[in-house]
């Protein structure tokens, strides 16, 4: 590691890198810390770009900065699917009947300053890939945190279940591992098959510990998502022999209801015992009825981050308990995105996790064929995976699961732009 961090720029560019490989770093245990240094990395971009937004305006050629800018990024939409998120969100603030509180949410958008870095700013790649080992590090640390507590301690799987360093939901920590875990797995297969250096071995070690956190965060939610990634993994390096092997691939979901369902009713029932509803179906179930009767009756706009919690009381569930009787989300991203912030919302969010995957598919035979195949893949199954999970939780209102989207988006699209540039 000493070597590769030669050569890795100029002073500003090392100060940024580190700033960048401590985001990464404490990115699976301290929210607060790892913001901090994001923001901080950031700054340099924002400062360069204002510096040279001022130079061009002197020479009154500002629109020749932004065409110059926008002309480095080949695949344009995400750039305007993430403006248009930015505009929706100041819309809902001038439309919201408490315009304070509603502008307090908007605090969100300072963690698209992660993909707009790593896509403007952060030239060299060897401070990507010293990010990557930082991330898989503090995934690392934390999982034997938990493994000390489920092996020494003597304490069960569910007990352990929400115990990330700074004590993170569980469900959060699930969305953090997996996110983690196969953006390692791309990096690891990549060093393996094509370098074939003594990074192979780290990156493959720090992965697999970042696969036994994910394991350990006990969300079953997450355990079936994983098997549909695996599947769509199957689908795309098979491809057409996929057939073949579908039938066997079908088998598993026979096993996972055969073994998985008994486990399901005991952690149920123990939830119901400890903690009412909470974690249940049927708390999701009064989530997502009261969430449908709140999008028939705000369908287009929604109601609003700081409207929400003022409403939602109206359309609870009798008899709700926990989660579903306060409302604090809709245990489902989609159904979530829908309520807050209406269909319009809904068809730009819920581009973040389909157009990384749409791209993969229009040029898969040219990234099958390239050099970042396999960080490209595994960033994508990411994606695949989240969307999956946020089927039964709402991972995209964690700012933890979150900044790791924007983490693993830029990864993507910059990994596309070395290809289209190529091309």
Known sequence: MVNYLKNTGSTKEIIQGILFTLFCFFASFSVSISQLCAALASLFWLSESLFDMKNYQKSKKLKTYFQETYKTIKEKDILQYVLAFIFYKFFHVLISSNVQKEFATTKELLLLLVFFTLLFSLKNDKWVFISIIALLLGAFITSVYNLNKLIIEEKSLFDIRAAALDNTNSLTYTGTMAFIFFLGLGYSIKSFIEEKNKNTLLLSILTFFAFIGFILSGSKGGFISLGLTFVFLCALFLRKKFIFVLPFLMVIPVYAYKYITPINVAVNDVLSKQQGQS????????????????????????????????????????????????????????????????????????????YPIIIFLQKMKIIFASKQKYILIFSTAAVVMISFMSLTQCHFRDDEVQILLWLTLGIFFREINKIDNKK
């Open 279 to 354: 974690g249940t179906v049927n708390e999701r179930i009064d989530l997502w009825k009261a969430g449908v009767l709140m999008w028939i009756d705000h369908p287009l706009l929604g109601t609003g981050e700081a409207d929400y919690m003022n409403l939602y009381h109206k359309y609870k569930m009798k008899g709700a308990q926990s989660v579903a009787a306060k409302g604090s989300h809709m245990h489902n991203d989609y159904l979530d995105i829908l309520v807050r912030f209406g269909s319009i919302g809904f068809t730009i969010l819920l581009m973040f996790y389909f």
